[in-house]
């Protein structure tokens, strides 16, 4: 009885402080709906398909996403291409290769096994492009980003299995763009987001409505576009989602059989001593 | 004191709570031993990079070109008229392995032969264009190969390997 | 060492057995081996403990079959770990999750030493072993969070690495002995990459000596009280054997759920962003096993002070036997002890807590009463409640509450542990 007094002054005097440091400039993310969270989570494969087609035409032009491969495409719980599709995806791009028997380094068409290039040929490159910002490479960026949760939602994320704090952030970031509050200035070269930390990004919008026909009939708007795109990040960051939560419920099962049986075992092990 | 029917239903079962229970936690570590196993394997990357495909345009008559294929030399030669006489001409009782030339090219694509480029006898790179026969010759023990990559003198017991490959169009291969 | 007269009946096995007692010795530790007959789950993280080191021993050294100990490659050889290698994301997940229900399982083995008593006479060389096993288990985390080369590694390892400059004089040179270089860099790892391979064999000999120093005197129990005759303790096989099984899978469950649902929860997203030691992250936070040290340490203003508070409040585990003065072991019967153990509960948590949170305001204030408290249960709470404290009465003997004062079932016997 005292025990769980205890515990709940502790909880609650925590709880006070928690709340006093919410309130200051501190970014709400929201949640969104994905169709890969949960213990049954698949990715949908259509979405993931357009949401390669945004990255493709969109973001490629300044983020590279050198960990994921061409043959990726193709694989299983992905974006569903066969592999004539993944070798036309990479034929369509140029790839260094060398050094060649003249001792130079020469251009080709892509091949399956090659990685996505990058648009830049290095960090410097890039900062030099974009005024000493870095555009970060994509392939883990949906595991690289996330949110805080705080007590008692961190606790209850456990039991919910909230692992999409990244492509909610991700969601938030693209669609966040504004006006920055009465009273604050922005100088040019950087832009006012709403769920970017410190609320200044350098990045410029990169989403607006109509930019990227989807020709599978899905509403081609920013909104639209921004869950796309972070869906397809997520898959890219977690390319063995869909085959880790199936064979999780797989261990699962077989686990709490296990139990049961190892249980009753005990039971009548120990019955025989009483 | 329990009555001896009794005692034997008991002991069956719990006999097959017990085999029961074995067997499932066997299963199990037989499940969970798979991955340690199966990580060992070539992983998707090294899969990935199994075959490799050549353009065929660029080799000249009478030129050996060298190709990397599964981390092994592959010598791919594209044989003169004359190296493709002297190949199909051979008695094959001659021949420490006997084999055809024509079971060593593709069918109508007989000027182009595709061998991996080990010795089979230790396994050194033998040097093109080179040796008695105008085909291989091995600096390491002497083997000597013809202009089809057949073993004629020498320690190596076995031809040169013929890799799988197939045409995928008039002047390019996939070899693997 | 516990000897037993067993002989095996295979005439090879006899072979071995007559020049190797090999046999004889696992039948006496882990078959007829004698253990009390009261004892309850939290007696089972021992043997939990023992099957997650093995666990994270297999796991580690076959990811070390694709890993690349180098600061340009190490954070893309994980990823290829994670993408390419032949079910490489689970043995990544079970190797970084396993760490953490290690770490779980080794605070709910030590809280159950502190309420039972467990590091009092004749345990205080096993006890002490135990702590020993703690820095090991420590350490090894700290390197082993290095080796992905994400920023919270990276930061991690600069923070703690300069822990040590704060030694007086020598403090310096000490840092720099440790980084192999002015900073955190390939030298770093690379040793940080031996030494995590290395110290968990080194592990597993001291965990020898403990079992070894825990079968030579025996289990405690919930009860406290010594072994009197046999009917107190039961064989090991079967009792304990599947007990412990059932417990193992339970916990598990456990490990599961985290593996293959919420792999990345107890982790920091900051990790999977590439080292960058050009750019600090806003947080810097360690792993939530080392959260209340991590608090103990940045609640002394005083950076020397600091430093020596983080290493004293692991090493005055090491006094325990001799800091706790009641000659009553467990807390059962120990009505004050027991609620000022439950108040240590919640001011470690409240520690680890205040560890993941930014050093300003009220946190601090709050972190500074807990540091102070944590280090007066130990040093002052302790020591004077053994002479204060009435006890409860103790029962005569472990199987007293259990088998009734005529001792009425015939309960299956063992010989007594020897006791020299």
Redesign the interface.
């Known amino acids: 009885m005292r025990k769980t007094a205890l515990l709940i002054a502790a909880a609650a005097l925590f709880g006070s402080v928690v709340s006093t440091q919410a309130t200051e400039g501190h970014i709400v993310i929201q949640r969104q709906p994905w169709s890969f969270a949960g213990p049954f989570g698949t990715f949908d494969r259509a979405q993931l398909q357009r949401g390669y087609r945004i990255y493709k035409d969109v973001c490629s032009a300044c983020h590279a996403m050198k960990l994921v491969s061409f043959r990726n495409l193709a694989q299983p719980g992905g974006p569903g291409f066969s592999e004539a599709q993944a070798k036309t995806v990479a034929a369509d791009y140029k790839i260094t290769d060398g050094p060649n028997d003249k001792g130079e380094m020469f251009e080709r068409p892509g091949r399956v096994s090659d990685h996505f290039p990058s648009p830049d040929p290095n960090e410097q490159a890039a900062r030099a492009r974009f005024n000493g910002a870095y555009p970060p490479d994509l392939s883990v960026i949906a595991k690289a980003r996330g949110v805080e949760a705080g007590l008692p939602r961190g606790l209850i994320d456990i039991i919910t299995q909230y692992q999409e704090g990244g492509p909610d952030y991700l969601y938030a970031l693209l669609t966040g763009y504004g006006k920055p509050p009465a009273g604050e200035t922005i100088g040019d070269t950087q832009h006012w987001n709403r769920a970017f930390p410190g609320h200044r990004i350098s990045m410029p919008p990169p989403l607006s409505d109509g930019q990227v026909e989807y020709t599978d009939g899905t509403p081609a708007t920013v909104d639209q576009y921004a869950r796309d795109v972070a869906a397809f990040l997520m898959w890219a960051a977690e390319p063995h989602l869909e085959a880790r939560k199936r064979i999780g419920f797989q261990v699962m099962i077989f686990l709490i059989i296990f139990a049961g049986l190892a249980y009753y075992t005990k039971k009548k092990v120990w019955a025989d001593l009483h | 004191m329990a009555t001896s029917k009794t005692v034997t239903t008991e002991h069956t079962r ?1 006999d097959f ?2 085999i ?2 074995a067997s ?2 066997a ?2 570590a037989a ?1 969970a031993a798979w ?2 196993i ?4 070539p ?4 899969l ?2 199994s075959s490799t ?1 050549v353009d065929l345009s660029p080799i000249a008559e009478g030129q050996i070109i060298t190709v990397k294929w599964q981390g092994k030399p592959v010598f791919i030669s594209h044989r003169t008229k004359k190296e493709i006489e002297s190949a199909q001409s051979v008695k094959l009782s001659e021949l420490p392995d006997p084999q055809a030339d024509s079971d060593r090219v593709k069918k109508g694509k007989d000027e182009w032969l595709v061998v991996i480029g080990i010795c089979t006898h230790l396994g050194c790179v033998p040097l093109g264009h080179e040796g008695e026969y105008n085909g291989w010759f091995c600096p390491c023990h002497g083997s000597v190969y013809d202009t089809s990559g057949r073993i004629r003198k020498g320690p190596a017991p076995l031809n040169l390997a013929v890799p799988p490959y197939e045409f995928t169009s008039d002047k390019a291969i996939k070899i693997g | 060492m516990s000897h037993s007269d067993f002989q095996p009946k295979n005439p090879a096995l006899q072979w071995i057995e007559r020049r190797l007692p090999i046999f004889s010795m696992a039948h006496g530790s882990f078959v007829s081996y004698p253990v009390p007959r009261n004892l309850n789950y939290w007696w089972t993280f021992g043997g939990i403990l023992a099957f997650m080191l093995v666990v994270q021993i297999v796991t580690g050294i076959v990811l070390v079959m694709h890993y690349t100990p180098t600061t340009a490659e190490a954070f893309d050889s994980v990823e290829k770990i994670m993408r390419d290698v032949n079910f490489g994301w689970l043995l990544r997940y079970i190797h970084a999750n396993g760490a953490s229900m290690f770490f779980l399982a080794v605070y709910i083995h030590i809280f159950r030493g502190l309420y039972y008593g467990s590091y009092k006479e004749p345990r205080e060389v096993l006890w002490i072993l135990g702590v020993i096993i703690f820095v090991l288990m420590m350490a090894t985390a700290f390197m082993g969070y290095v080796l992905p080369w994400g920023q919270m590694s990276f930061w991690a390892a600069t923070v703690i690495t300069n822990l040590f400059s704060a030694i007086p004089g020598v403090g310096k040179a000490i840092t720099q002995l440790l980084w192999g270089g002015y900073s955190v860099d390939q030298p770093t790892l690379q040793r940080f990459f031996a030494l995590h391979y290395l110290l968990p064999f080194m592990i597993a000999g001291v965990v020898g000596l403990h079992i070894w120093a825990l079968h030579h005197v025996g289990q405690g129990n919930p009860a406290g009280i010594d072994v009197k005759s046999d009917r107190d303790t039961i064989p090991f096989t079967p009792y304990a054997t599947v007990k412990d099984n059932f417990a193992l899978i339970c916990f598990m469950i456990l490990f599961a759920w985290f593996v293959f649902y919420i792999p990345n929860y107890l982790g920091h997203p900051d990790n999977y962003i590439p080292a960058n030691p050009l750019q600090t992250p806003p947080h810097i936070v360690p792993e939530w096993y080392f959260l209340p040290f991590y608090a103990i340490l940045r609640a002394i203003p005083n950076k020397l002070m600091g430093v020596l508070a983080l290493f004293a409040a692991i090493l005055v585990l090491a006094f325990l036997p001799w800091l706790d003065t009641s000659k009553v072991r467990s807390a059962r019967f120990r009505p004050l002890y027991k609620q000022f153990f439950w108040v240590l509960v919640v001011v470690c948590i409240g520690l680890g807590y205040l560890g993941a949170k930014p050093a300003e305001g009220a946190y601090v204030i709050i972190a500074r009463i807990l540091t102070a408290y944590y280090f007066l249960h130990f040093l002052v709470i302790l020591p004077v409640l053994g002479y204060f404290e009435t006890p409860k009465p103790l029962p005569k003997s472990i199987s007293e509450p259990v088998l009734g004062k005529n001792g009425a079932a015939a309960g299956i016997g063992a010989r007594a542990p020897e006791k020299n």
């Open positions: 719990r709570l017990y029961a229970t499932v936690g299963v199990g499940a991955p340690l199966s990580q060992l394997n992983d998707a990357s090294v990935a990079l495909e």
